[in-house]
Structures are given as structure tokens and as C-alpha cells.
């Protein structure tokens, strides 16, 4: 299941959300697990050496220089990065990679799926994860609340193949989200 939970945010209104960077160890336990989930399975499930890496919503950027590419091209909505703007805008501008970081930012987008058809373009592998079965979510922020079957659909109409998939529930340690995360080729 797909549920739209608001519309898309003016520039002006994206630039008060993201005025910096986002820095995933200033968010608690649950969002540390969920990165050190992401670099785990991301390490054991793509080709090694990893080659070159984009992630245009990158925040502190930990994802992807953990897995130590030869190239790496890094952006964010908020200055910083080589690569500042609209994930939809700046995916136009990087070269073909190995692998593409989606981390917690498909929920943010406007089109998702046009988001992920763009990557599948660009890359031969896609690292995603994001917030499962939201439904009520009030962040601001997000745009989406999906399943991991609307998920895993909209992977599949936009030409990935997940091939493995895992899961951290921060909701047992009194925050809001359970994250999927997903490798796919």
C-alpha cells in the first residue's frame, strides 16, 4: 500500500526544513541503528571494491564513505556538497555509478517513482531505505507512508530487483519509525 500524506513543500518551506545537512547521530539510537544496518548490508550485498558511489541526500555523508568507493559524488538539498538542490535536479547532473544511496528520502520526494526511475538510469545498484507503514506519520517533512509490498512494487515497475531486504524498529526505544532497507541491483 501507497498513501500520499501531503503535498509537496515550496522551495521556501524546504529551505526552513533543511537550512543544514542532516546529521543522523543527533537523532537517537534508532536512526544509528538504521545507518549501521544500512552500511552492513550494503557492505555484505554489492560488488567489492565498490567502484563509485552517489548520494545526493547525503546529510552527513556516513553511508557513503563507509563503504570506501574509489569515486564518490556527494549532494544535499542544504549547501555543503558539490551537488546542492532538489535530489530530482542534481541526479541530472552526476556522472553513471556503481551504486546510488537513497537513504531516508524517497518519503520526501514528490515523485517517487520518477525518482527511482532517474537512479535506475544512472546506476547498477541502489541502497534505499526508508520509513515502513506510517500511515499517520505528522513529520512535516514526509510526503509518503508505504508498506514494504508498495515499496518493493514501486522498486519493480521502475526496473530494480531487491534483492535482499532488512528491517530496524525504533519504535522500542520510544521513536516513531520502523525503517526498510534494501539492496537492489
Not at 155 to 184: A, M, Q
Request: include cysteine.
Amino acid at each position: 500500500m501507497i498513501k500520499r500524506l501531503r503535498p509537496k513543500p515550496t522551495i521556501e518551506q524546504m529551505s526552513l526544513m533543511y537550512p543544514v545537512p542532516h546529521n543522523h547521530a543527533i537523532y537517537g539510537r534508532g536512526h544509528q541503528e538504521r545507518v549501521d544496518a544500512t552500511i552492513d548490508l550494503a557492505r555484505r550485498n554489492l560488488p567489492t571494491p565498490v567502484i563509485s558511489v552517489a548520494d545526493l541526500s547525503c546529510g552527513n555523508a556516513h553511508i557513503a564513505q563507509s563503504l570506501q568507493p574509489t569515486q564518490v559524488y556527494l549532494g544535499d538539498f542544504a549547501v555543503g556538497y558539490e551537488y546542492c538542490g532538489m535530489i530530482e535536479d542534481t541526479i541530472l547532473e552526476v556522472p553513471a555509478v556503481q551504486v546510488f544511496i537513497c537513504s531516508e528520502t524517497l518519503e520526501h520526494v514528490s515523485l517517487p517513482d520518477e525518482l527511482l526511475y532517474l537512479i535506475q538510469k544512472r546506476a547498477a545498484y541502489l541502497v534505499l531505505s526508508t520509513p515502513l507503514e506510517c500511515w499517520d506519520d505528522t513529520n512535516a517533512e514526509h510526503l509518503w507512508a508505504w508498506d514494504r509490498e508498495g515499496v518493493e512494487e514501486m522498486l519493480v515497475r521502475n526496473r530494480w530487483h531487491p534483492k535482499v531486504f532488512t528491517s530496524v524498529d525504533s519504535r522500542e526505544y520510544g521513536e516513531p519509525y520502523l525503517y526498510g532497507i534494501w539492496v537492489c541491483a
